[in-house]
């Protein structure tokens, strides 16, 4: 893809039909836990994007055989016997592979050292490092300052009783649900405070169970994980990503339009698929089925409304807000500050751009809608969901631009093909 800014076209009332790629959260998952099964995975319908690709790649460098088809991954299990990587290995600004790696890479016996771009090492891990070092699992930060480059001593992962802070990430919850089954002992984690995120959790025990292993969740507050088990090699097809799905979502409403989108799961414990009760909230008529989901836009009113549960949405909510009668006010999104970018001033700072009045805080955003809006280059800050959710609001505000749109092929690489098929 050029990376010179992409222009986007306005549109009234679009009318489209638009199939969802699959999820990411799922497909990472899917890929580290069929790296530790015993014996041969098919994972079907896949995203093939550059945070998977790192994962894929990574993965191969522990001397797993990963083989990537057309519409599949197919991974040789490694048993949980995993093979120290002989050179350090990079995964650019993918959170889920560093985070999830940092605890895979202690079942393997020697020294692992995992890197990435600039961004991601600002980006803090250290709650993950202080519950991996009560195991006495020797981790360090290179630099000293808590966040990648990481250099993770591995052997025997003994398990055990831990204590971890919930309210930054549920990642390093799920780094360490995803390879407990292959710790010494049984593991027992005890959540510090309120866990953020809770939806992604659930995701992380959904596909867990699905290839064979048990966790006993406690209300969040404790997760036990019995050690002896192990992942079953299985054929897996992953389901449709509900983060991707919100722009198309946002699309219609914002257009008053019609879309229907397909490959959802609408039982899906994805957080995000509970933006469709938010769009209802603003006004918009839902229909689901278990093929398709229909949203017909209409008049839009502003909302209070806590989005811990969706993170990854706030983006999506805050352009909709743009064109709703009367403020929207979001928060608990504090975790949004250690994202790609520190989402809470992007969102400020670009919203006001176009012509909102934005006030922000630590853990939440007020958006008043401008009585007159007016095109600008938005600056996406190398975060993909920046310039999918922005491309939104140029189809209601003339001359928008988003600038770096290359960014979009860390989770959705045709983005901008698709959403430039969205008519009148």
């Known amino acids: 893809m050029d990376d010179s800014p992409i222009e986007i076209r306005p549109a009234e009332h679009i009318l489209a039909t638009v199939e969802i790629p699959a999820s990411k959260s799922y497909t990472n998952r ?3 836990i069929a790296a530790l099964a015993d014996g041969e995975s098919r994972i079907e319908n896949p995203l093939f994007s550059d945070d998977t690709h790192y994962m894929s790649e990574a993965l191969i ?3 797993i055989p990963v083989q990537k088809e057309e519409k599949a991954y197919i991974v040789q299990g490694c048993g949980g016997k995993i093979t120290v990587p002989q050179n350090e290995i990079f995964v650019g600004n993918a959170g889920t592979t560093m985070r999830f790696l940092t605890t895979f890479s202690s079942l393997a016996n ?16 250290g709650d993950l490092l202080t519950c991996l070092e009560q195991m006495k699992i020797r981790v360090l930060s290179v630099k000293g300052n808590q966040c990648p480059p990481l250099e993770i001593h591995g052997g025997d992962a003994p398990g055990g009783k831990v204590r971890l802070a919930g309210n930054k990430s549920s990642q390093y919850l799920t780094s360490i649900l995803l ?3 292959y710790f010494k002992n049984d593991t027992t984690i005890h959540i510090l405070g309120d866990l953020t995120s809770k939806s992604y959790a659930d995701i992380t025990l959904d596909i867990m169970r699905a290839f064979g ?3 006993e969740n406690e209300d969040y507050e404790r997760f036990k994980v019995p050690s002896g088990q192990h992942y079953r ?3 897996y097809r992953v389901e449709g990503d509900w983060s991707s799905a919100s ?5 219609a409403a914002v257009t008053g339009g019609k879309v229907t989108l397909t490959g959802l799961n609408p039982d899906s414990v994805q957080g995000d698929a509970q933006f469709l009760d938010i769009l209802q909230q603003m006004g918009c008529a839902i229909k689901k089925s278990p093929e398709k989901i229909h949203l017909t836009g209409n008049l839009l009113r502003g909302i209070t409304i806590n989005m811990n549960s969706m993170p990854d949405a706030v983006q999506t909510l805050a352009v909709t807000a743009l064109f709703a009668e009367g403020e929207t006010v979001i928060n608990g999104i504090a975790n949004l500050k250690i994202k790609e970018t520190d989402r809470i001033h992007a969102l400020e700072t670009e919203l006001s751009r176009l012509g909102a009045t ?3 805080g630590e853990d939440f955003l007020t958006i008043r809608p401008g009585k007159n809006y007016s095109g600008a280059e938005i600056e996406t800050y190398d975060d993909h969901r920046m310039a999918m959710s922005f491309a939104v609001a140029g189809l209601k505000i003339p001359g928008v631009k988003i600038k770096n749109p290359k960014c979009v092929e860390k989770s959705f690489p045709d983005f901008f093909d698709r959403f430039a098929t969205l008519k009148n």
């Open 30 to 32: 899917a890929l580290l």
């Open 61 to 63: 460098q522990f001397d």
């Open 110 to 125: 020697g020294v692992t050292r995992l890197t990435g771009d600039s961004r991601m090492q600002q980006r803090p891990i």
């Open 179 to 181: 390879s407990a089954p």
């Open 213 to 215: 292993v048990r966790v």
């Open 233 to 235: 090699a299985r054929e």
């Open 247 to 251: 722009y198309f979502l946002s699309a």
């Open 358 to 360: 934005v006030i922000s």
